[in-house]
């Protein structure tokens, strides 16, 4: 078993950032045992469980669990005693094969990491554009699409900012990231309370769960189908990372910041097909799937601030 990791961040080769502790303790999820065996075995029977559910209803289903930079770039670590090879998603994909609802992502990230551009930020958690790219094309591949032939080639530019693993650093260091101007054909066409009070308070870039928003696309030659999308910071509300991807894409897109599915809300969608995104090391935790679209939060969890009678109504 691995040692608690009691440092947050480990200073890699190059400058290379890597997110070791945490609530979800990225670094002990390298570890072995029955325990970690087990709580696996369960992650891949949900998502088996959740792509049969999916297909009862005629809808597609596809899994993509985002690696950790641990997971991909061990090459830039330096001197860390961890495991690559026993990373969640290179076991998920293992147990998981010929899945039609799981995307192996760590394959072609692990394949491409040595390339011309880097899959990472290097001072941030986060993929870059290029990254989000890669796993876009895998996910369009598994829902049998084709990615609009400019896709790759949108506009880009430069943000010159502190990033999420370098603010936690003596110093906070800086980091020139591309970022991209996706958005051509698609509208939003909704957004709910809480983005647009993060949007009227000058955050709208800022992650935040319960987040939701439909995209309308009547570009020619799009995806006729679609789609919703339950995922979290690497996909975004905002049409910059993997849903302005998929917004672009298909007919329709809705996006639910979620690790969490709502079934209900599925069914009343109906969707050609539903996306998962999740961070590896949000693997941490089995969702119990009731999530309250409407309301923005889990099924009996009362919203943040709510007095004690919301609090009962809830309990």
């Not at 830039?76 to 026993?86: S, V």
């Not at 009070?197 to 439909?214: N, Q």
């Amino acid at each position: 078993m691995l040692r608690k990791s009691r440092d947050t961040v480990h200073v890699g080769r190059d400058g290379w950032l890597f997110l070791t502790g945490g609530s979800n303790r990225a670094l002990d999820q390298y570890g072995g045992g029955l325990l970690r065996w087990w709580h696996l075995r369960r992650w891949a029977r949900l998502i088996e469980a959740r792509t049969a559910r999916a297909a009862g209803l005629g809808i597609r289903c596809v899994h993509a669990i985002v690696p950790a930079k641990l997971s991909v770039y061990d090459n830039m670590t330096r001197d860390l005693a961890y495991d690559p090879g026993r990373a969640s998603t290179r076991l998920l994909a293992r147990r998981l094969m010929g899945l039609p609802g799981y995307v192996d992502l760590l394959t072609p990230f692990r394949a491409a990491r040595d390339g011309p551009v880097p899959l990472y930020q290097r001072t941030d958690t986060h993929w870059t554009v290029d990254g989000c790219l890669l796993a876009y094309r895998e996910v369009m591949r598994a829902l049998g699409a084709v990615p609009p032939a400019d896709i790759g080639e949108r506009p880009r530019f430069d943000l010159d900012l502190v990033r999420d693993l370098g603010g936690k650093l003596p110093g906070a260091p800086r980091e020139t990231a591309t970022h991209w101007d996706l958005q051509r054909h698609a509208v939003r066409r909704y957004a709910n309370a809480l983005v647009e009070a993060h949007e009227a308070a000058g955050r709208g870039d800022a992650p935040h769960t319960g987040a939701h928003v439909i995209y309308r696309n009547a570009g020619p030659g799009i995806d006729p189908r679609r789609l919703v999308l339950f995922g979290d910071s690497f996909a975004h509300f905002a049409p910059i990372l993997l849903t302005g991807l998929l917004a672009e894409s298909f007919a329709e897109v809705h996006f639910v910041w979620s690790a969490h599915l709502d079934w209900e809300y599925i069914e009343r969608v109906r969707p050609d097909a539903l996306v998962v995104e999740l961070a590896e090391r949000f693997l941490a935790r089995l969702p119990k799937d009731d999530f309250d679209v409407v309301a923005g939060r889990r099924r009996g969890v009362p919203a943040r601030g709510a007095g004690p009678a919301a609090r009962a109504r809830a309990a």
